[in-house]
């Protein structure tokens, strides 16, 4: 893995963190589908997060 | 004859029990009362022929009669022999010695202690009060008149008095030689050792005079009375540390023993005959609850004062389970112990989960409410009747009363005895939480308040204990049940609260942060009700924070923490939970410099506020690494305790607590696995100073401190209060020493080497 | 030498066929996670898997993993194995001793999988003359399962008692066993070694067979049982 993909997938690891509580309830035999699902999840919050933010810039100007 | 009062000591003679009441007048009574333990043997016909004939070669004489009883688990009555001990001394090692002839699951209740028994089987418990009468010296019956879960009961007058090591900075265990402070009925008196034999005439002359009811330690235990005893023997001088100078002392030698994963160490125990002996280093209990708590406990555990002011809090509620077995007839397992019901690995998985939590946002919010379920578990057993005997039981196969996830059933006809001892203290409780609130002076206020403290701390571990594990009378399904049913309450908490417009900020276990726009107390007190009525387990509102702070994770910034927060309450009150000035850990010093900060920020209304205040809370971390800098922080303050979790000399390593508790060892110092030692660091690197570390009681003025490694733990309890406004421990450190401290290489190395490690283990 | 082959396989092979005997599987801590290959291989081949865990080293997930590696949903090995744990020696004994043969016969199991039958010995709760007693019913029950063509695999770490004089126990349990399989680590490889094995044979010429007759099973080659298996 290049050095600057390294960063990246701190961050998606650091989405699936966030959501360990959640993972460990739900307590799927594969706990890895439960960690992707995260981190889509997180990824999904901050696409949303932008989106408006853009739509707000847009507005704005 | 009759005497009126109260039930105060008894203990185990070799022709029963002695028996200790106070009267309303005061007189104390010294009674003798016939009492023979008996336990229990489930026999064929054949291995009673053979217990009859082996009889006469048992350490004592037997009784034996046929009697019913009924089993645990399965309800069944069953015919058992009843073998009564009438030495009660002997009642251990009778057991033993038919232990050699018989299979272990034959037997039941015989581990439980004679003195324990006499409280199961005559109903009595500390300090009833009644009617009793008696015939010459000995107590034939009685008319209690008072139970044990009363809530409004009087204590007869205690004389106390107390006996303490006059140098208090360390335990005398630490000390060449001892000076005793005695204070009784207003007059301190300071006595020395240096003459041992005019030490025991005078520690002699006011036990005799003032003949108190309490003789209360600070380690009187570990040192005190053990030092005073052995001193009394080599003199020959007949000291009256008993009340009852006929009887011996009960003492047990101080142990070292393994845990749940840890080493734990405990005091010997050194107690009384007809005077209790308590000890404030010995007692979790009275620290947490003080007397009033003691006594409100041993009357509800039917443990004696002295014994319950030592032993943990859970034999407390195994106490209670047991009472309640003998007032049922039912059998008390002995060796024999529950299985675990075959479970496929699907049902494992969900069984195993513990409770729910969320994780907070990191950071500062505003606004946020909290609200927390009253006595969660233990409510959700005696609401739910779940008990080890409870879940699947024979009676009823149809059980429509099922736990949520799991299916296991619930028994519909029967209440369980984890269900009925949990009730009276539940209740009780609740009432004590009633008087506390409607005390009409403070001092009744805190004595409520300890009371209800005393009994907090039975339903914190009722959980742990209905758990499993090395629980006789536990069952891990149990167990897996009650975190069932706390995971779909708090569920269903959240979802009540979503549905009427509250964002869920966070969640743990029996606690929920709410946070609405606009909403007002009124407004969560309803949420609270609703949510209350539909989960069948009370929630209120613990109150509405100004603001809330959850920081981040100490191993990665990027994560918060489930369980560590801070937050003021609109009424100004702080609530602090895991941060450095609530770990035991932290130094007194570090301590001291996040409460002033807390101080600090806690005058902001808001998180606008709070902002504003935050080179005020850096000033604060200023003065308090320029003072250590200065080298004028007094060591004492600077004390780092841990517990060592090896004996000195088992150490393989040079770390600090190797290095201390061998230089200790060396002082002549005895330490074993499991005690703490305090010690104050010098050189954490050992590049200048290898012995890195100096044990507190050997520690001189000049031996000076570590400035830097202390500066550090400052920076990094300021962190976890301003990290959210940017401030991480290296810009705080560089703040306060811009040109000597660099900022440390490798930090954000070894925060990557973590995160791969995090991956690997996801992946693997 | 079977060293071709993966040694969870070798351990299947020789341990299922003929059923009805008792093996002992000890060696370092990683016995146990060989212990869920071995039920995953099992588990191929037979309806079921009943598990008495003194060791608490049953690891639903990792079996969950070893079902996706074969192309089998989870759920399917994750039903078909079965536990009973056990915290206390008392409880193994009880969870052995009552009820584990009509369990086993219940679910049309042929194997049985002990985890730590002496893990929980290192208890000074637990009397001695206690422990030797369990051991002798542990014993029997054994040998009724045998009897009716039930195997019991015994899985143990290799013992580090902190009381001393229960070492002798792990002697007791590898007398029960008909067979044993020792997990090694030596240089950089692990290897199975097959100590001693009776086909079967009575107890009663135990003494005649010694000096132990040691087999090599497998040598198994780095990154099978290195890692933890499972891993992509």
Known sequence: MRKEDQGVLDDLF???????????????????????????LEQQKQIRSLTDKLRDYGEAI | MTVTGWLFDAYATEHGATVWLIDVDGRRHRLRYPFRPAFYMNLTKDEERFLHSVRGRLPGEVALRRVSKRQLYSR?????????????????????????????YKFYGADIKAMQLFYYTTRLFPLAYGEYETEGETLTRWTLLDEPGSDRYDVPDLTVMTMTPSMKLFAPKYQRSLEIEIAVDGVTRVLQQSDPLELLQQVDHYLRRYDPDILLTEYGDASLL????????????????????????????????????????????????????????????????????????SRLSQIGVQHQARTSIG???????????????????????????????????????????????????????ELDFASMYPSLMRNHNISSETIDCVCCPDAKHRVPELGYRLCEKHTGFIPATLEPILRKRAKYKQMKKNAPTEELRRKYDRMQTGLKWILVTCFGYLGFKKSRMGRIEAHESVNAFAREGLLRAKEIAEAEGFTLVHAIVDCVWLKKEGAVRADYERLAERIGAEVGVRISLEGIYRWILFPASKMDDDIPTATRYVGVYDTGEMKVRG???????????????????????????????????????????????????RGSVSPFDLVVRRHISKDPYEYANRSVNAVVSQALAEAGVQLSAGESVEYIITDASGKRDPQKAKPLALYALDDGYDAAKYTEMLCDAAETLLGPFGWTKERIREMLDPVTVKRPAGRAAARRAAKERQLSLVLR | MESMQPPHKVVDRHFSAPPGKVGLLYGE??????????????????RSVVFVDGANRVDPYLLARLARLRRIDPYSFLERAYVTRAY?????????????????????????????????????????????????????????????????????????????????????????????????????????????????????????????????????????????????
């Open chain 1, 14 to 40: 650091t989405y699936a963190k966030l959501n360990l509580p959640a993972i460990a309830v739900q307590a799927h035999p594969v706990p890895f589908e439960s960690i992707l699902l995260s981190m889509l």
């Open chain 2, 76 to 104: 069944a009555a069953v015919e058992v022999l009843e073998v009564s001990v009438q030495n009660p001394l002997l009642f251990q090692r009778t057991v033993h010695a038919l232990s050699k002839h018989f299979n272990f």
């Open chain 2, 226 to 297: 053990p030092l005073l005893a052995s001193l009394a023997q080599q003199h020959r001088f007949p000291l009256a540390l008993n009340r009852d100078p006929e009887a011996p002392y009960i003492t047990t030698k101080p142990v070292s023993y393994f845990s749940y994963g840890s080493i734990k160490h405990r005091d010997g125990v050194f107690e009384l005959a007809g005077r209790w002996h308590l000890d404030k280093e010995n007692s979790f209990i009275m620290g947490e609850a003080d007397l009033e708590g003691l006594y409100d406990l």
């Open chain 2, 315 to 369: 034999s407390a509620l195994s106490s209670m389970q047991i009472a309640w077995a003998y007032r049922n007839d039912v059998l008390v397992p002995y060796k024999r112990p529950v299985k675990e019901a075959f479970k496929s690995f699907a049902t494992l998985l969900k069984a195993d989960r513990g409770g729910l939590h969320f994780m907070p946002p990191k950071g500062y919010h505003e606004e946020v409410a």
């Open chain 2, 579 to 629: 941060l450095e000035v609530r770990r035991r850990d932290t130094t007194k010093y570090v301590k001291r410099m996040q409460n002033e900060m807390l101080a600090v920020l806690a005058r902001g209304r808001s998180i606008a506020e709070v902002r504003a205040l935050v080179p005020d809370a850096l000033g604060v971390v200023r003065s308090f690494a320029e003072e250590l800098r």
């Open chain 3, 29 to 46: 801590k990683r016995v146990y996670s060989l212990g869920m290959l071995i039920t995953a291989e099992m588990l191929m081949h037979t």
């Open chain 3, 88 to 232: 206390t020696f008392y409880q193994m004994d009880v969870s052995i001793t009552d009820g584990l043969t009509e369990f086993v016969r219940g679910v049309g199991s042929r194997v049985v999988i002990v985890y730590g039958p002496i893990d929980l010995l290192d208890d000074d709760q637990v009397p001695a003359a206690d422990a030797a007693e369990i051991l002798r019913r542990v014993h029997g029950t054994l040998a009724q399962l045998k009897g009716s063509g039930v195997s019991t695999l015994l899985v143990s770490s290799f013992p580090r008692f902190r009381l001393k004089e229960r070492e002798r126990f792990f002697d007791t349990v590898r007398d029960m066993s008909d067979v044993q399989y020792r997990l090694e680590r030596r240089t950089d490889r692990h290897h199975i070694i097959l100590e001693e094995h009776h086909d079967g044979k009575d107890h009663a010429d135990r003494d005649h067979a010694h000096p132990v007759r040691r087999e090599q099973l497998v040598a198994v080659p780095p990154g099978i049982a290195e890692r933890r298996p499972g891993r992509p």
